[in-house]
C-alpha cells in the first residue's frame, strides 16, 4: 500500500525557515515528478515545486529563491526547504507523485 506522509510543518515567525519532509513507502518513484502543492484558505491548490524523474525542478514564481526541493534518487523521500517565510505562505503543504497524496501538513507564519 502507498503512502506518503508529510512532516516538519509548524507555526514560524516571518523571516523564520521551516523544513518539509516526505516519506513515501509501498513503491519507488524513481521515474516519476514528485512535489509539493499547497492549499491556503479561501485559494485553490496549487504546485509549489516539482522535481521530476530527469531531476528537473520546477517552482511557483512565488518562493523561487527562498524554497528549495531535493529528493532521493528512489524519490522515497523529498524535502522542501522553505526561508524567508512570510504570512502569504501559511497553508497546508501536501506531498504528491502520479495520483498518490499525503495528508499534509500545516504552515503558519506569524508577522
Known amino acids: 500500500q502507498v503512502q506518503l506522509v508529510e512532516s516538519g510543518g509548524g507555526l514560524v515567525q516571518a523571516g523564520g525557515s521551516l523544513r518539509l519532509s516526505c516519506a513515501a513507502s509501498?513503491?519507488?518513484?524513481?521515474?516519476?515528478?514528485m512535489g509539493w502543492y499547497r492549499r491556503a484558505p479561501g485559494k485553490q491548490r496549487e504546485l509549489v515545486a516539482q522535481?521530476?524523474?530527469?531531476?528537473?525542478?520546477t517552482y511557483v514564481d512565488s518562493v523561487k529563491g527562498r524554497f528549495t526541493i531535493a529528493d532521493d534518487n528512489d524519490k522515497l523521500a523529498v524535502t522542501l526547504q522553505m526561508n524567508n517565510l512570510s504570512a502569504e505562505d501559511r497553508a497546508v503543504y501536501y506531498c504528491?507523485?502520479?495520483?498518490?497524496w499525503g495528508k499534509g501538513t500545516q504552515v503558519t507564519v506569524s508577522s
Open positions: 522535481i521530476d524523474g530527469g531531476g528537473r525542478i
Open positions: 509501498g513503491r519507488t518513484f524513481g521515474s516519476y515528478a
Open positions: 504528491n507523485v502520479i495520483n498518490f
